[in-house]
């Protein structure tokens, strides 16, 4: 490509927020197919956050604040058409939050600044389906090569399926999303084994962001915690482990909380449940309180972390330590009542793991 295409070449900046953390393996395949540059925002730091909070009321959610934080990053960056969906309903009547709902509308209105939206929308209700969305995104972006635009939707589903089942392997997030973005196809099982397991009910946008989660993952596993998300329970699972706890799906979102952290409860997965939610998310605070009458029930214990840009780490880790030790505490009561021959001896603590081991009397 000489300097002149270059230049011409059409760019989109993608916020690192919202929708990237769950589609940015397909939207990165897309775009590229369509012959458009993509510009990533930068990592979220406290900056994003303090950033995107200037341009809100103080009660809009985190994850918002963080998405503004994210459009000035690439505003700053000189990148003048950014991508923002409207992510209406992901099936019939089965609905986002209306700020996710409002999204554009929301930028539009608090960002004062010269800039071109691609604002393609989902809604299902409303009979708008996936196809739909991409064609136009594709079309606001000048491009109307029907032809290109269903290439450019079937290598996009492709890199998506390939994340994941990476994914669903046991990689990592973060590798697995950087193996599928390099085109690199890596199935080996990744074994995980850990005295304690548990499943996070929570959204990609503030799971994966590590800095709004503050590496919850990585804490855990640091603590002998295997952690499962959304990543490692299909739609099918979530869905169905939802209507065995004779619920029903609302919420587009309801097959990262409900569905994963039910699937897991119900096939004995788990030793604990971990809600990470926003402060103020009206759907949230409904699945986690679903979620948390049917954990009583099943007797698994469940801790709900509350995130918002106030949130201190050393109080998020004494949450986690404290809610780690009841499970050692739980696990070794359950073990001994088994085989009461047993008795349990807990070493010394080594940084922050969790290791048991078994001797006979």
């Known amino acids: 490509m000489n300097i002149l295409e270059q230049e011409n070449k059409i760019k989109i900046g993608i916020p690192r927020a919202m929708s990237y953390y769950n589609n ?141 089942r990476m994914a669903k392997s046991g990689m990592p997030y973060e590798k697995a999303l950087k193996n599928a973005i390099e085109n690199k196809y890596d199935l080996t099982k990744v074994e995980s084994r850990k005295p304690l397991s548990v499943v996070i009910m929570g959204h990609g946008y503030n799971l994966f962001d590590e800095k709004i989660s503050m590496n919850l993952i990585k804490k855990l596993d640091n603590m002998g915690v295997r952690a499962y998300t959304s990543l490692d329970v299909s739609k099918h699972e979530a869905i169905k482990a939802i209507y065995k706890l004779g619920e029903i799906q609302y919420w587009a979102n309801e097959l990262d909380l409900t569905g994963t952290a039910a699937h897991c409860m119900l096939n004995k997965k788990i030793d604990g449940i ?72 807990t070493p010394i603590r080594k940084d922050t793991s969790k290791e048991r081991i078994l001797t006979r009397t």
Request: hydrophobic content about 40%.
């Open 24 to 164: 940015y393996p397909f939207y990165s395949v897309f775009f590229e197919s369509l012959g458009v540059e993509i510009v990533l925002s930068d990592k979220t730091t406290t900056k994003t956050v303090n950033t995107g909070s200037k341009y809100v009321v103080s009660d809009t959610c985190l994850p918002i604040k963080v998405f503004v934080g994210h459009v000035i990053n690439l505003l700053d960056k000189g990148c003048d058409t950014i991508f923002v969906p409207s992510l209406q309903s992901t099936g019939y009547k089965i609905n986002n939050c209306s700020k996710v709902r409002g999204l554009p509308e929301i930028i539009r209105n608090v960002i004062d600044r010269p800039f071109t939206m691609i604002e393609p929308t989902l809604d299902k209700t409303n009979e708008i389906n996936f196809n739909d969305f991409c064609f136009d995104a594709a079309k606001q972006l000048g491009i109307t090569d029907e032809k290109l635009v269903l290439n450019a939707i079937d290598s996009g589903w492709g890199k998506y399926n390939h994340f994941l």
């Open 274 to 345: 971990i809600a990470l939610s926003a402060f103020g998310c009206g759907p949230d605070s409904l699945m986690v309180d679903e979620m948390s009458y049917h954990a009583k029930e099943h007797k698994i214990p469940m801790l709900h972390l509350t995130i918002d840009e106030h949130t201190g780490e050393a109080g998020l880790i004494t949450r986690l330590e404290a809610f780690v030790d009841m499970l050692v505490r739980k696990q070794r009561q359950e073990l001994m009542k088994k085989q009461p021959q047993l008795k349990l001896v």
